[in-house]
């Protein structure tokens, strides 16, 4: 049966320099780190409150912050020892104060009591497994999936269990598996489809199981042809291929934002303003879909994750970090820099955002680590090209942004439909005036929220 | 936007720029231009260079002179240079230098640094200064000479598009004169290869939107079509190509989007049917493009885009 179906035509989009040069290197372990800094606002949605006390003694996996709020996931601690003390911390993506426990390690690393809903041998195959879930309670599963905290790992970290839990009134017909990783630089979502590539399809079994869809596709760039071949080779031996479908998609940025991708592989378009389970799909990343296995099947909450640290580090890498580390460990282990540099970024060179230092935990949405010299540019005027507008991948006209924040008429944005502005950075980076035009859009829309 | 502090860089997303700047754009029109300004320079002689280099010296040297008069940082980004070049080759090709002196002092001073330089221009700068002589100069600006090299007596003799232009050969050596910029006219516009040459390095490089001037050479020649006139003519004599792709292609005083640059464009098409078919003037493009640059707000401010899953949303829902 036929897996890997290419998809030609994509929407206009940009195509970005890659430079995926981690591409070829394995996921590395960083060792234990001796403390923690775990911070409160890890995911879009409500707050969390920290459960645990300064001079607590915690496991590694239990749980310390928890939240009432449905759209929510708790947070666990990453390591064993004790709670040292909770400080105050500025949150770099959106610039509030919030909680941060710091937690040091006593080097044990001992795991939280498991209370596994399944007994699994190591024997076990796939075919076990898939007995397994089958057999699964949808209920249990999905709470599971919030008590371990997972979250989507692509970087907007909205918590997944909300979304694999559509109102009753939304049919769900499609589930995209996203290892677009349209970023250039980023290369973590790549190596977990090639070396947990078992777990990845466990977790898309779970996603099946849970919303039961007519069809199921991995979108993939056709950049990464080995994570594509070795998916299909998997999928034939798992015998998932009635289930599943891989497409392969034209590298092309922003491939890999929900409604960019639910259009391009469905031909949908999402509503503006509107969720993917508006159209019947639902878009988990590659590296949540692992989660969600080990969440189920391990009963492991999301304690770490992989990062790709790159840019002019002595040895770029991808590595599997505790959450809460400090970045600056993660570039030692990279053996530090090897060049100038003058900003740091977690995330990718488009959405990313710079850090004043590099002393910022790794939190859940962090997926990757990029050191670079950025040559400052003055801004100049806007000269109307319009290339601002052809670039959109939101169809919108970013130049209107830029020309009525300038003039405090934020009013005005709205009909211009700011709101639907995905923030990608594709007009900024095509702007022959170097105009910062996402930092206008985001001006305009924090100062429309105050209203 | 940007704040250097401790040598660490906090800016907004993105963190990379694609690096073709509002400076390179420019030079590359330059360029793109050289091709018109060398069949000028063939046709009409040493007196054409001359024009050039004092057109453009002027223009470069007013943008300079009012940045510092109004404490602005003056940048080198081509801009004034293709004011100036594109100026001169809308020019008769002996008119006296002074005169091209203030008409490219005009184009910078009034016509662009006026409104608020770069960007901000309603009209194009090239084509207001040349508006300003034609008020002002008109017997200089409508005396127009015949082709004559490096030779400096040249003849006067009428732009092809003047009702007392008279031709005798055959058709066909009319056109392959035309098109190759054998013929009276203003510096730029005789030669219709060289025009489009340049053009097509900027249409293949993306720097010119194709839908201006296919729009508007196409409505006209339909409109010469309806009024009983020679297509070919229509299209190859007086400024229509030179307009059409370097002029009207003006980012600034154009539209954005690309449905307001087909309107912008079938928009020019029609003045200049009418222009050319109605009015006392020979030729009506520069004066074309001035009025629908008047326009082009306009046509943003109605023409706007509907986002990516857009809907109408009901009232009473």
Request: with cysteine; charged share 20%; glycine share 8%.
């Amino acid at each position: 049966m036929k897996i890997v179906f290419k998809k030609k035509r994509s929407f206009r989009g940009l195509s970005l320099p890659e430079n995926k040069i981690t591409a070829e290197k394995s996921i590395e372990d960083l060792p234990l780190p001796e403390k923690v800094v775990i911070p409160l606002q890890q995911n879009i949605g409500a707050n969390c409150e920290f459960i645990v006390q300064r001079g607590d003694v915690v496991k590694t996996g239990q749980k310390i912050a928890d939240s009432k709020g449905y759209v929510s996931a708790p947070i666990h601690s990453t390591i064993s020892g004790k709670v040292s003390k909770i400080v105050k911390m500025v949150n770099p993506v959106t610039g509030n104060v919030m909680d941060a426990a710091v937690i040091k390690s006593d080097g044990e690393d001992s795991r939280v009591e498991c209370n596994k809903l399944f007994n699994i041998r190591e024997s076990d195959d796939f075919f076990g497994l898939k007995r397994i879930i089958e057999g699964i309670d949808k209920e249990k599963v999905l709470k599971m999936i919030r008590e371990a905290g997972v979250v989507g790992l692509g970087g907007a970290a909205f918590p997944t269990h909300v979304k694999l839990k559509p109102p009753p009134e939304k049919k769900i017909d499609t589930i995209i598996l996203n290892g677009c990783e349209c970023e250039p630089f980023i290369t973590a979502d790549h190596r977990i489809m090639l070396e947990n590539s078992r777990q990845v399809l466990m977790g898309l079994y779970i996603i099946n199981k849970l919303l039961s869809p007519e069809k199921v596709y991995i979108g993939i760039e056709d950049n990464k042809k080995d994570a594509i071949e070795h998916l299909e080779k998997l999928i034939i031996r798992m015998n998932l291929d009635d289930l599943s479908k891989i497409v392969s998609l034209k590298s092309r940025y922003p491939m890999g934002a929900e409604k960019t991708l639910i259009k391009t592989i469905t031909g949908r378009s999402v509503p503006m303003g509107g969720l993917p389970m508006d159209v019947g799909a639902v878009v988990n990343n590659v590296a949540t879909a692992k989660s969600i296995y080990e969440a189920v099947i391990e009963d492991k909450p999301l304690i770490e994750r992989v990062v790709t640290v790159t840019g002019v580090v002595t040895n770029p890498k991808n590595l599997r970090v505790r959450l809460g580390t400090s970045i600056s460990s993660l570039i030692d282990k990279c053996g530090g820099y090897r060049d100038e540099f003058n900003s740091i970024i977690a995330g990718g060179p488009m959405m990313g955002i710079s850090f004043t230092g590099t002393d910022f935990p790794v939190t859940k949405g962090t997926n990757c680590i990029l050191v670079k010299k950025r040559r400052l540019q003055d801004e100049q005027d806007c000269i109307n090209c319009g290339r601002c507008i052809d670039v959109c991948p939101m169809n919108l006209m970013p130049l209107m942004y830029v020309r009525n924040t300038k003039k405090k008429d934020f009013g005005k944005c709205r009909e211009y439909y700011i709101d639907d502005c995905i923030e990608c950075g594709s007009c900024s980076y095509v702007c022959p005036a170097n105009i910062p035009i996402v930092g206008y859009i985001k001006t305009c829309k924090s100062e429309l929220l105050k209203k | 936007m940007e704040v250097e502090d401790n040598k660490i860089l906090i800016s907004h997303a993105p963190h990379i720029w694609r690096g073709l700047s509002t400076g390179k754009i420019m030079y590359m029109v330059v360029f793109a231009l050289l091709f018109p300004t060398a069949a000028g320079i063939y046709f009409f002689g040493y007196y054409a260079v001359y024009l050039i280099l004092i057109s453009v010296a002027t223009a470069v040297l007013t943008e300079f002179v009012i940045k510092k008069l109004r404490r602005k940082r003056f940048i080198m980004d081509g801009s004034a240079v293709i004011t100036g070049l594109l100026f001169a080759l809308t020019l008769p090709p002996r008119l006296p230098l002074w005169m091209a002196a203030l008409g490219s002092f005009f184009a910078i001073a009034i016509a662009k640094e006026a409104f608020g330089g770069l960007g901000y221009n309603i009209f194009n700068p090239a084509l207001a200064g040349r508006a300003f002589l034609a008020m002002c100069f008109s017997k200089e600006m409508t005396t127009w000479v015949l082709p004559s090299n490096f030779n400096y007596d040249a003849v006067t003799g009428a732009t092809p598009l003047a009702e007392n232009f008279a031709y005798q050969a055959d058709k066909i050596s009319l056109y392959r004169n035309l098109f190759f910029g054998n013929t009276g006219g203003s510096l730029g516009e005789t030669s219709a290869m060289l025009i489009l040459a340049g053009a097509m390095i900027l249409i293949v490089f993306r720097i010119i939107d194709w839908r201006i001037p296919v729009f508007y050479i196409g409505v006209v020649a339909i409109g010469s079509f309806i009024m009983g006139k020679d297509i070919l003519f229509q299209l190859l004599a007086g400024g229509l190509m030179i307009g059409a792709f370097f002029m009207a292609t003006d980012y600034v005083t154009s539209p954005v989007t690309k449905r307001g640059r087909i309107i912008f464009g079938i928009g020019l098409g029609v003045l200049t049917v009418l222009f050319r078919n109605f009015s006392n003037m020979p030729e009506g493009v520069s004066f074309s493009i001035l009025i629908m640059n008047a326009f082009a707000p306009l046509i943003d401010k109605y023409i706007k885009l509907k986002p990516f899953g857009f809907y109408k949303k009901r009232k009473n829902a």
